[in-house]
Structures are given as structure tokens and as C-alpha cells.
């Protein structure tokens, strides 16, 4: 996906565009009930069988397009509502190809992973407010796990090697700690209603793959 390091990298605003730091916040939380509100419509709405039955190239192509497109969109404007329409097309898809995916799960077990995704999003943030520093040091600590992650997912998936479930575990750390990380990037930039849907679609794919995760572990039991 393309680099967010624009938004990250955002020091000076105009002043009478910044927000209170209570309202950037629920902007932020606004933003991401939205996005979590727009998956389950979809996932509620869409025939998995049908969904299943484009062909999983064409999906994943057309999910690729619409997040390159989105978040090219949410990084280079400086426009709330714009950077809103690039954060729907990074949500859209990403219902789409949740949809086969949750009808193979026992709802028991996608609700348990909901409430885990939850409580340990819940207590990032929290434990984020409190040591921003600490969080804001471990940047390139997660960046270079989760290449080496993704390295290790692809040398399995060519070997045809079942991912065991210590990789989901891993993962689990991984995205975590990226939601911590976020949340302290987030609330160190200038307050803006942009930096709010901003910071919330980069919070939002974060808390999404922590949920599949989590998932994945819940199901392996």
C-alpha cells in the first residue's frame, strides 16, 4: 500500500483550522465506528457465494486499485471531506473481501474475536496516551517485524506450508503495537478534522487486521 508518511510527517496547520483535542478525538472514534458500521452493512448485505464466485484475481485486483486510490486520496489532501471519500474506498473493499471470509466462522467465535479486538484496541490506546514516548520510539521496531512477517508468510504460502498458529500470535503483537503507535502519531499532530480522518484510516486497517487475527487464533482452537 502506498506510504503514509506524508500525514505522519504533517507539523504546522493554519490555527483556525485546529479542533479541541476532545472533538479530534471523537472525530477520530466517529470516523472508525463509521468504517466498522460500513463492513458489517456490507457483510450483512453481499451473498458470500456470490462474492466467492467473482474469482479471487479479479478481487483482489479491484480491492489493490480502490486502497492504492484511497489512500493516495486521504495522503495528499488537506480537505476532511475529501480525505473522507479516499477512507470509504479503503473501507468498501476491504467489506467485500471480509464477506466469504466471516460466513466461514461459527458467529460465537467472530463475536468472542470482536470483544478481544475491542478490549485490546481499548487498552493500546490507553497505554498509548499514557507513554506516547515509549510508543513513538518503536516505529522501526514494527515496521522491520512485519516485513520479516510478510516474508515469512509468503515463503510459506510458496512452500504450501499451513500457517502455524505462533504466526498468528505474532501478527497479533504486531498490529497491537501499530495501534498503540498510530494512536501516539495521531494525537501528536496538529488538530485538524483532516488529521482526524487521517489518523483514523490508518488506526482503521490496523484494528481490521488485528480482528482477522484474532480470528484465525479463535477458529484454531
Not at 479503503?90 to 470483544?115: E, H, N, R, W
Not at 510459506?156 to 505462533?166: C, I, K, N, Y
Request: negative net charge; proline residues 4%; aromatic residues 14%.
Amino acid at each position: 500500500m502506498l506510504s503514509t508518511e506524508s500525514v505522519w510527517s504533517r507539523a504546522d496547520s493554519d490555527q483556525r483550522d485546529e479542533i479541541s483535542a476532545h472533538l479530534y478525538n471523537i472525530v477520530i472514534g466517529l470516523t472508525l465506528l463509521w468504517g466498522f458500521a460500513a463492513n458489517y452493512f456490507i457483510v450483512q448485505s453481499l451473498d458470500p457465494t456470490w462474492v466467492m464466485s467473482l474469482g479471487m484475481w479479479p478481487l483482489m485486483i479491484g480491492y489493490i486499485v480502490c486502497a492504492f486510490a484511497g489512500t493516495y486520496i486521504y495522503t495528499s489532501s488537506d480537505s476532511a471531506m475529501v480525505s473522507f471519500l479516499g477512507y470509504n474506498l479503503v473501507v468498501i473493499p476491504i467489506g467485500v473481501i471480509l464477506t466469504p471470509l466471516i460466513y466461514a466462522f461459527d458467529p460465537l467465535i467472530i463475536q468472542k474475536a470482536m470483544l478481544a479486538t475491542g478490549a485490546v484496541t481499548s487498552t493500546m490506546m490507553l497505554l498509548s496516551s499514557t507513554y506516547p514516548a515509549f510508543f513513538l520510539s518503536i516505529g522501526r521496531t514494527l515496521f522491520v517485524a512485519l516485513i520479516i512477517l510478510i516474508i515469512v508468510q509468503v515463503g510459506m504460502m510458496f512452500m504450501g506450508v499451513h500457517e502455524p498458529t505462533w504466526v498468528d500470535w505474532i501478527a497479533t503483537g504486531i498490529f497491537s503495537g501499530y495501534i498503540g503507535y498510530d494512536w501516539a502519531r495521531a494525537n501528536a499532530l496538529p488538530k485538524t478534522l483532516d488529521n482526524a480522518v487521517d489518523s483514523a484510516a490508518s488506526l482503521y486497517i490496523d484494528i481490521i487486521n488485528l480482528f482477522i487475527r484474532l480470528l484465525s487464533i479463535m477458529s484454531k482452537r
